[in-house]
């Protein structure tokens, strides 16, 4: 098994901590030991299956005597014992390590489940904790995760080693990641069975209401102080001698800190699949050791120094960053590589590769479930198996320096796909272009970036003449994203299903098959694999295109509103964008869309307009509507921000006024004025229009609220629709007088649970349901699609 045994191994043992969760209703009741004993049993089994070796002749093979000839080493030889099998030791070793992998996430679990903090919900508790990572700003206020040391209630105290999630309201604490804080609130044990599942896909068992929270002090570690003493200054640094955006950038690359990050650069880099560069990775770790070890080497300085030196830059490095997942194994990898290189026993880069992934999850299993770990793994494993022989091929038709570099990212692409595609169901068309274009700058970047920063500390002059040549490939780099955003070439898309991803790893073995042994696949199996591949990889946006009629789509983004509006003549229109920075942008390439005509900002609340800036960077947009009424927040900046930097239209339509868009005519019905001192000012400025077809029709409210809806009721603005988008998520803020005024034939909801409002209100669902019209909501029903069959009446479906 030499060369593959190790990643063998780690295949397999990730594979049991996969199918801890999927474990056969038979065996569920199993305790995790019962797994690791029975796979002790099997591993036990391989080692005394295993073949073994004839003992050599130390003197005939050191060369000192002749060895024996062929034909009496096959007479003296030991017969083959026919109990001991390399196929039988085989399947042993890979059935024993899945099992102990099986039972080391049962271990994980039950140590979540019977957690004191889990005990002790749903009491309010004080906790002492340090902040696992920096705050971040969310939908409903702030959220981070942190590692609690102690904690205190009514009636008693303890000392705790246990992580959990974090939320609250207010604004987030100006803390950094390794502060200390003390938190006042509430234990919650999560009943949504979603963010349930992603707590415990954490090793997290509860998390905690913030009623109070404050600053203690930094990190009780006094390394962990110095790396955030170092971080400041390095920080501080940066931001004086670069301009904002290359500051940002330089952050995210070398801190691993993305609050500065360019909201329009962040997003020009993610349309175009350089998201990846936005933060500190794995392969950040050797762009920094690299020259590391070179100055130790021009130094002189022997193996055990040069070890130590190593050693101390990568763990500085991974504390300094944040211990991100992509970062830890790449860490750990370069610790391996350094201890085989003082040993003298150098292994190969795969078989280092399975030992650090092997080591990871068994200190910490719930690392199997981090999307960005997965990434990681998969992009060096595609490197390591694929980057040679595509380098080869490539260097028949380019210098070799060339051919490494694209054939290390064509590598590194095809194995991080199928992860993309069932994680994000998406992939840009233009990413390998994209990559290939920017992977002669981000050394340079990064290394002039990270130089210009530490002689800055010693000498600012100097540090902002070496940043002036660190602008350059950084300027290069914003300048590929920004071409690249959006080229007209197409996303590749999927539903997600668990089949593509193993899909995907057949067609990645084969793939590496056919490079590295010559094997080919039957002709046949070729001809049915590029015949059925457009079908997986853009299976969703297959139907795109002019539908057959006016066709309305409610997206199922949670908590907000997001509709898309199709009609037979090719018109696109979007009504707000949800409340996640990703999620709409995600949908609209799920349904081929590839340009918005028009897009809606019905106001300026983040469950309608979180998820617009990513649709503007990703799509053309003819023209941008929104009622024009006075709006401070950050989010209403970040959004002009980038309709200034697309270059869009903008127009604030007021009542009375008609918007045409293509085959599509609009009526404006709301707002007449900008409201001051109603119940909720941007609320009540909602656009509200009215869509007709022919004599089909529908109403959107945006979150207009009884000051408005009673306008609309005194002016008789209001008439009789087929469907009605109901104002404010269904809360308790419509006038009873408004559904039958409407009287729709079917009433659609945007709402996403669990949300802190109460949405839908049980009293607004009853007068909504007193006009007789149909209830259909997201939460429930999933997305909604409405058409209008020819006798004009609506036919709604959720794909739930």
């Given at each position: 098994m030499?060369?593959?045994?190790?990643?063998l191994?780690?295949?397999?043992?990730w594979?049991?901590?996969?199918?801890w969760?999927?474990?056969?209703a038979?065996?569920?009741a199993w305790p995790?030991?019962v797994w690791?004993?029975?796979?002790?049993?099997?591993?036990?089994?391989a080692?005394?299956?295993a073949?073994?070796?004839?003992?050599e002749?130390?003197?005939?093979?050191?060369?000192l005597?002749?060895a024996?000839?062929?034909?009496?080493?096959?007479v003296?030889?030991?017969?083959?014992?026919?109990?001991?099998?390399p196929?039988?030791a085989?399947i042993l070793?890979?059935?024993?390590?899945?099992l102990?992998?099986?039972g080391?996430?049962?271990?994980?679990?039950l140590?979540?489940?019977?957690?004191?903090?889990r005990?002790?919900?749903?009491?309010?508790?004080?906790?002492?904790?340090?902040?696992?990572?920096?705050?971040?700003?969310?939908s409903?206020?702030?959220?981070?995760?942190?590692?609690?040391?102690?904690?205190?209630?009514?009636?008693?105290?303890?000392?705790?080693?246990?992580?959990?999630?974090?939320?609250?309201n207010?604004?987030?604490?100006?803390?950094a990641?390794?502060?200390?804080?003390?938190?006042?609130?509430?234990?919650?044990v999560?009943?949504?069975?979603?963010?349930?599942?992603?707590?415990?896909?954490r090793?997290?068992?509860?998390?905690?209401?913030?009623?109070?929270?404050?600053?203690?002090?930094?990190?009780?570690?006094?390394?962990?102080?110095?790396?955030?003493?170092?971080?400041?200054?390095?920080?501080?640094?940066?931001?004086?001698?670069?301009?904002?955006?290359e500051?940002?950038?330089?952050?995210?690359?070398?801190?691993?800190?993305?609050?500065?990050?360019?909201?329009?650069?962040?997003?020009?880099?993610q349309?175009?699949?350089?998201?990846?560069?936005?933060?500190v990775?794995?392969?950040?770790?050797?762009?920094?050791?690299?020259?590391?070890?070179?100055?130790?080497?021009?130094?002189?300085i022997g193996?055990?120094?040069r070890f130590?030196?190593?050693?101390?830059?990568?763990?500085?490095?991974?504390?300094?960053?944040?211990?991100?997942?992509?970062?830890?194994r790449a860490?750990?990898?370069?610790?391996?590589?350094?201890?085989?290189?003082l040993?003298g026993?150098p292994?190969?880069?795969?078989?280092?590769?399975?030992?650090?992934?092997?080591a990871l999850?068994?200190?910490?299993?719930?690392?199997v479930?981090?999307i960005?770990?997965?990434?990681?793994?998969?992009?060096?494993?595609?490197?390591v198996?694929?980057?040679?022989p595509?380098?080869e091929?490539?260097?028949?038709?380019?210098?070799?320096?060339?051919?490494?570099?694209?054939?290390?990212t064509?590598a590194?692409q095809?194995g991080v796909t199928?992860?993309l595609?069932?994680?994000?169901?998406?992939?840009p068309?233009?990413?390998?272009l994209?990559?290939?274009?920017?992977?002669?700058?981000?050394?340079p970047?990064?290394?002039?970036?990270?130089a210009?920063?530490?002689l800055g500390?010693?000498?600012?002059?100097?540090g902002?003449?070496?940043?002036l040549?660190?602008?350059?490939?950084?300027?290069y780099?914003e300048?590929?994203?920004?071409?690249?955003?959006?080229?007209?070439v197409?996303w590749?898309?999927s539903?997600?299903?668990?089949?593509?991803l193993?899909?995907?790893?057949?067609?990645?073995?084969?793939?590496?098959?056919?490079?590295?042994?010559?094997?080919?696949?039957?002709?046949k199996?070729m001809?049915?694999?590029f015949?059925?591949?457009?079908?997986?990889?853009?299976?969703?946006?297959?139907?795109?295109g002019?539908?057959?009629?006016?066709t309305v789509?409610?997206?199922?983004?949670?908590?907000?509103?997001s509709?898309?509006i199709?009609?037979?003549?090719?018109?696109?229109?979007?009504?707000?964008g949800?409340?996640?920075?990703?999620?709409d942008?995600q949908?609209?390439?799920?349904?081929g869309?590839?340009?918005?005509?028009?897009?809606?900002?019905?106001?300026?609340?983040?469950?309608h307009?979180a998820?617009?800036?990513?649709?503007?960077?990703?799509?053309?947009?003819?023209?941008f509507?929104?009622?024009?009424?006075?709006?401070?927040t950050?989010?209403q900046?970040?959004?002009?921000?980038?309709i200034?930097?697309?270059?869009?239209?903008?127009?604030?339509?007021?009542?009375?006024?008609?918007?045409?868009?293509?085959?599509?005519t609009?009526?404006?019905?709301?707002?007449?004025?900008?409201?001051?001192g109603?119940?909720?000012?941007?609320?009540?400025?909602s656009?509200?229009?009215?869509?007709?077809?022919?004599?089909?029709?529908?109403?959107?409210?945006?979150?207009?609220?009884?000051?408005?809806?009673?306008?609309?009721?005194?002016?008789?603005?209001?008439q009789e629709?087929?469907?009605?988008k109901m104002p404010?998520h269904?809360?308790?803020?419509?006038?009873?007088?408004?559904?039958?005024?409407?009287s729709?034939e079917?009433?659609?909801i945007?709402?996403?649970?669990?949300?802190p409002?109460?949405?839908?209100?049980?009293?607004?669902?009853a007068?909504?349901?007193?006009?007789?019209?149909e209830?259909?909501?997201t939460?429930?029903?999933g997305?909604l699609?409405?058409?209008w069959?020819?006798n004009?009446?609506?036919?709604?479906?959720g794909?739930?």
């Open positions: 030499r060369g593959w045994g190790a990643p191994v780690a295949s397999a043992f594979a049991g901590l996969l199918l969760d999927l474990r056969p038979a065996a569920a995790w030991w690791v004993v029975v796979g002790c049993v099997a591993l036990a089994g080692i005394s299956t073949p073994g070796r004839r003992g002749d130390p003197i005939g093979g050191s060369g005597a002749d024996d000839r062929p034909a009496v080493a096959a003296t030889s030991a017969p083959a014992d026919p109990s001991r099998s196929a039988k085989l070793l890979v059935v024993g390590v899945l102990c992998g099986v080391w996430a049962g271990l994980g679990a140590r979540a489940e019977h957690s004191l903090l005990r002790l919900a749903p009491r309010t508790v004080t906790l002492l904790a340090t902040l696992r990572e920096d705050p971040e700003p969310s409903f206020g702030w959220h981070a995760l942190v590692d609690v040391s102690d904690v205190s209630w009514s009636g008693g105290a303890a000392t705790v080693r246990e992580t959990t999630w974090v939320s609250g207010d604004a987030a604490p100006t803390a990641r390794g502060d200390q804080l003390r938190i006042d609130g509430t234990l919650q999560p009943d949504e069975a979603g963010f349930s599942a992603t707590l415990a896909h090793g997290l068992a509860v998390s905690v209401r913030v009623i109070d929270v404050e600053r203690v002090g930094g990190s009780p570690s006094p390394f962990v102080r110095m790396t955030q003493v170092v971080r400041a200054f390095v920080g501080t640094t940066i931001e004086r001698i670069f301009p904002r955006r500051a940002g950038l330089l952050l995210g690359l070398v801190l691993g800190d993305a609050s500065k990050l360019d909201p329009v650069t962040t997003r020009d880099f349309t175009t699949g350089l998201g990846h560069l936005l933060v990775s794995g392969e950040n770790v050797a762009m920094v050791l690299a020259p590391v070890m070179a100055f130790a080497g021009a130094l002189k193996p055990v120094g130590a030196m190593g050693i101390g830059v990568v763990v500085l490095f991974v504390v300094l960053t944040g211990a991100e997942p992509s970062v830890l860490g750990t990898m370069a610790c391996l590589a350094l201890l085989g290189i040993l026993k292994r190969t880069t795969g078989t280092i590769l399975a030992a650090a992934v092997l999850l068994i200190l910490d299993p719930w690392l479930h981090a960005g770990f997965q990434l990681s793994v998969a992009a060096t494993a595609g490197m198996v694929l980057a040679t595509i380098a091929r490539l260097g028949r038709w380019m210098p070799s320096p060339v051919a490494l570099a694209a054939g290390t064509i590194a095809f199928p992860l595609l069932f994680h994000f169901h998406e992939v068309g233009i990413t390998m994209a990559n290939l274009a920017a992977f002669p700058a981000v050394s970047a990064l290394l002039l970036g990270i210009a920063s530490a500390l010693v000498w600012l002059p100097l902002n003449l070496v940043a040549v660190a602008r350059i490939p950084m300027r780099l300048i590929v994203s920004s071409a690249l955003a959006k080229a007209p197409a590749i898309t539903s997600g299903s668990p089949l593509l193993i899909g995907g790893v057949a067609v990645f073995v084969a793939i590496a098959a056919w490079l590295r042994t010559g094997w080919r696949p039957p002709r199996a001809v049915a694999g015949a059925l591949a457009p079908v997986l990889v853009w299976q969703v946006a297959l139907g795109a002019p539908p057959g009629g006016l789509r409610m997206l199922d983004i949670g908590q907000g509103d509709i898309l199709t009609s037979p003549a090719g018109a696109t229109v979007l009504i707000d949800g409340p996640d920075d990703e999620l942008a949908l609209l390439v799920s349904y869309v590839k340009r918005l005509d028009a897009v809606v900002a019905t106001h300026p609340h983040a469950d307009i998820g617009l800036p990513q649709v503007l960077a990703r799509f053309p947009v003819g023209v509507l929104e009622p024009g009424c006075f709006d401070d950050a989010l900046a970040d959004l002009h921000e980038e200034d930097a697309e270059g869009i239209p903008v127009r604030m339509p007021r009542a009375g006024d008609s918007v045409t868009v293509g085959d599509l609009f009526d404006v019905l709301s707002p007449d004025r900008c409201w001051d109603s119940h909720s000012d941007p609320n009540n400025d656009l509200v229009l009215l869509l007709r077809d022919g004599p089909d029709s529908m109403l959107f409210t945006g979150d207009a609220e009884r000051e408005a809806q009673q306008v609309l009721l005194d002016t008789g603005r209001l629709v087929d469907v009605l404010h269904a809360g308790d803020t419509s006038l009873p007088d408004f559904f039958p005024a409407v729709p079917a009433i659609v945007s709402v996403g649970q669990p949300n409002y109460g949405h839908p209100n049980p009293t607004a669902l007068e909504a349901e007193s006009t007789g019209g209830i259909w909501r939460d429930e029903h997305t699609t409405i058409t069959n020819a004009g009446d609506p036919i709604i479906a794909d739930h």
